[in-house]
């Protein structure tokens, strides 16, 4: 597919929309054509931080929403992990009216813009799309996450914000730990019902992994800032800089400081290594860290920032999720010349966004599938110089169901770099389990919630990737609205 | 919040100062240290060791060298600033117990963490010995606290205008050589100290503890980026750490990922310099 300029694209919609006749059938709107996110061009982008997708235009936005079919059995809602009437709303932005669709959204999910941008919709809500299954192709799906960040940015920046209003105040506190998307789903949920929310953030800014994992040429960091700031004008109080675990420890919070409930959402925040030879020399990076260091610190800003990062020419990436591509995108931005994602299996197993993986190759991410690094080797002064790889087959599916990597006998060679950023996931944090008493984890020190996110401690709840392994911001939000109704629920009492 | 409550000068680039930090006051424990940001927007974090805490008047005790970019703007507030970020108190505490006789060797600025430590192993029982070295007189910190808490003082100076003339690896030396060898070192400083003291126990057997003050973002375990190789395997300095078995510290590995960003670092300290002085025209 080749780049389409956002004006091109613009044009051919209003065309499109001043030819439609109402009522419209079904082969009608099977018709339409699928709207094209307009983005920024890829020569372009890959020398900027900017948000690469655009978002649709009025004309482009009402074209899509014409080609859902309103199916009475509404597949789509099944597929979202928080219920949303996505018909509905839908329906509301053909009738171009995007008050009420946004009104619709925020029934179900409290952060649209986000998950807009970063859902795997593909996978969730457009993947039983029934315009899908009739165009044979899960790319012909409604765009139906285009269209959500549709109205939430036509609420932020055209409707303005509504602060939600909150009932009277119960006198009861509840402190949240984390302030990523499970911490804020929380904190709205239960303040809401009167209560007082106390939001603890280990780092200076909160957010999470939307402010230091997702970089801004995919989450643009004002849009999580507008979610915060809503929080705050509802009355959530803020405590940055402040690690639960370390300043204050959880059995404090709850007999010393007065918290009736807590809500645990620390994260995935500990990165995985592969244990492999080289992996400590100079220029080898979690992913993490070369993300947080670009974003959060804003290394990126060479000028600027006090934080550095390295100046690479040729980058390798490991891993195939979205973190990776996140990786990989960012040195491309950094001004690497080269960079190599490296990838134990093929593309159809890659874990990543399928728009993600294309936006990384259109900017020019070098693939290197079934291959996958055996060591990393460096010079005198431990930097990194090369790395040594192995080509890979695919056997039998093993217990995910994803063929299994077999590694080719006498297949390596090796590829100069001079940077690895090595993004094969994370593991949970330990500091939360380590300094609570009575706290059951399991084998992968997640932590155990039963059906309505209650951990083993009274009072003490929990959610997002500290639960649920490393997820996605949606899943996260799910699992945040149970534990917020039940802390609810419990504090009603 | 973060107020610099005093400050002082201890030498030419060395700095010693009162932050108010209630919480971290009364949670720290010897051992521990903090991360901090002058500016929290284009700010780096820096991790400094809490040399000393009150806990009844809720402030921390920073002792810093101003080296780099943000050392040295940390060296240029004033009492009654505000420090833009603190996050603490971080890392794990030193396992504090009646081990017998301890040596405590400190080098320069490592002599402020390793101050906590000393005093509390003193508190536990302990003998406590003290080697405390620099490269001359003026740079000697924490002198007078040292000799207050130990059982036995001993300076070391490059040029001897202080106490003996020689590095701190001589005394610690003779005191492993002795009938009763210490029953633990705890050593402090620059790496190349640290790893010199730890070679000069190895033969003697002498468990020795070392603090590692590595490149670090978010101190919790989340980036990596503070990792070593002790005994073959990786460990986060800011969660695992930040002492460990000086025997089993991959010293060369560490003092190269401490040079990371060795250049652009320099370039950053020219640009502030240079903005400095042009302000000051």
């Not at chain 1, 610190?297 to 006090?306: K, L, Q, T």
């Not at chain 2, 108010?20 to 424990?29: G, M, S, T, W």
């Not at chain 2, 040596?103 to 536990?124: R, T």
């Not at chain 2, 020689?166 to 705890?186: N, Q, R």
Request: proline residues 5%; negative net charge.
């Amino acid at each position: 597919m080749s780049y389409r300029p956002p004006q091109e694209l613009a044009d051919e919609a209003i065309e499109l929309v001043s030819k439609i006749e109402k009522p419209l059938s079904p082969r009608d709107r099977l018709a339409i054509p699928v709207q094209e996110m307009p983005t920024q061009d890829p020569a372009v982008r890959r020398t900027n931080m900017d948000e690469v997708a655009l978002g649709y235009t009025l004309e482009e936005a009402r074209l899509e929403a014409e080609r859902c079919l309103q199916c009475k059995t509404a597949p789509c809602v099944a597929g979202c992990p928080v219920g949303i009437d996505i018909p509905g709303f839908i329906k509301a932005i053909a009738e171009e009216d995007n008050k009420r669709a946004i009104d619709i959204i925020k029934q179900s999910s409290l952060l649209p813009a986000v998950c807009g941008r970063v859902c795997p919709q593909e996978t969730q809500c457009q993947a039983p799309c029934t315009v899908g299954k009739s165009l044979k192709s899960v790319d012909k799906a409604v765009s139906i996450g285009r269209l959500e960040r549709y109205v939430a940015d036509w609420e932020r920046d055209v409707h303005g914000m509504q602060p939600l209003s909150t009932k009277p105040d119960t006198g009861k506190k509840v402190g949240i730990i984390g302030t990523g998307p499970a911490g804020l789903t929380v904190a709205v949920d239960v303040r809401r019902e009167g209560h007082q929310v106390v939001l603890f953030e280990a780092f200076h800014k909160p957010g999470g992994v939307m402010v230091y994992g997702i970089p801004e040429f995919r989450l643009p960091k004002a849009i999580v800032q507008k979610e915060i700031d809503a929080l705050v004008e509802m009355g959530c109080e803020l405590r940055a800089n402040y690690v639960v675990g370390r300043t204050r420890k959880i059995p404090d919070l709850l007999k010393e400081d007065g918290f009736d409930a807590l809500f645990i959402a620390s994260g995935a925040g500990l990165p995985r290594f592969m244990n492999l030879e080289g992996e400590n020399l100079v220029g080898v990076y979690s992913a993490n860290e070369y993300l947080t260091r670009s974003n959060l610190m804003r290394a990126y800003d060479r000028a600027r920032s006090a934080t550095p990062i390295s100046e690479s020419k040729k980058v390798a990436v490991f891993g195939g999720g979205n973190v990776a591509m996140d990786a990989a995108r960012t040195a491309v931005r950094l001004g690497a010349s080269e960079v190599h994602l490296i990838y134990r299996r093929t593309e159809v197993e890659m874990p990543a966004r399928v728009e993600e993986v294309a936006h990384a190759k259109e900017e020019g991410v070098i693939f290197h599938l079934l291959q996958n690094p055996k060591r990393i080797l460096g010079d005198a002064q431990q930097h990194v110089t090369h790395i040594e790889c192995l080509r890979y087959e695919l056997g039998e599916p093993d217990d995910s169901g994803r063929r299994r990597p077999i590694e080719i006998k006498g297949s390596e060679f090796e590829m100069e770099v001079d940077t690895v950023i090595v993004a094969i996931g994370n593991n949970s944090n330990p500091l939360i389990r380590q300094t609570t008493p009575g706290l059951e984890t399991n084998q992968w020190g997640n932590i155990v919630v039963d059906e309505n996110g209650k951990t083993s401690i009274d009072r003490i709840y929990a959610g997002g990737d500290i639960v649920l392994g490393a997820a996605t911001v949606i899943l996260a939000m799910g699992e945040g609205r149970k534990a917020a109704a039940a802390i609810n629920t419990m504090l009603a009492q | 919040m973060n107020r610099i409550i005093e400050k002082r000068k201890l030498s030419e680039t060395v700095f010693w100062m009162r932050v108010d930090a209630p919480l971290i006051a009364q949670e720290r424990k010897a051992g521990q240290f903090i991360i901090l940001q002058v500016d929290d927007y284009f700010g780096e974090r820096i991790p400094l060791t809490i040399a000393d805490a009150d806990s009844t008047n809720g402030t921390i005790t920073l002792i810093f060298q101003a080296v780099g970019a943000t050392t040295i703007r940390l060296s240029e507030m004033d009492v009654g600033e505000e420090i833009a970020a603190l996050v603490g108190p971080l890392g794990t505490p030193t396992h504090i117990e009646k081990f017998g006789t301890v040596v405590c060797v400190g080098g320069g600025i490592g002599v402020a963490p390793l101050y906590p430590i000393a005093q509390a192993l003193k508190a536990a029982g302990n003998k406590l010995i003290v080697i405390m070295g620099a490269r001359n007189a003026e740079l000697l910190i924490l002198e007078e606290e040292m000799r207050a808490i130990a059982d036995e003082l001993i300076i070391c100076t490059d040029d001897g205008s202080a106490g003996r003339k020689g590095l701190v690896t001589a005394p610690l030396k003779e005191l492993c050589e002795l009938s009763e060898k210490p029953d633990l070192a705890v050593a402090i400083g620059p790496p190349i100290m640290m790893k010199f003291c730890a070679e000069t126990t190895r033969p003697y057997d002498v468990h020795t503890l070392v603090s590692l003050n590595t490149i670090m973002i978010d101190g919790t375990g989340m980036c990596g980026g503070c990792r070593v190789t002790v005994g073959g395997e990786t460990k986060f300095v800011c969660v695992d750490g930040p002492e460990f078995d000086g025997h089993l510290v991959d010293f060369e590995n560490m003092m190269n990922r401490l040079n990371s960003y060795k250049k652009q670092e320099q370039d950053h300290v020219c640009r502030l310099t240079n903005k400095i002085e042009e302000g000051a025209k």
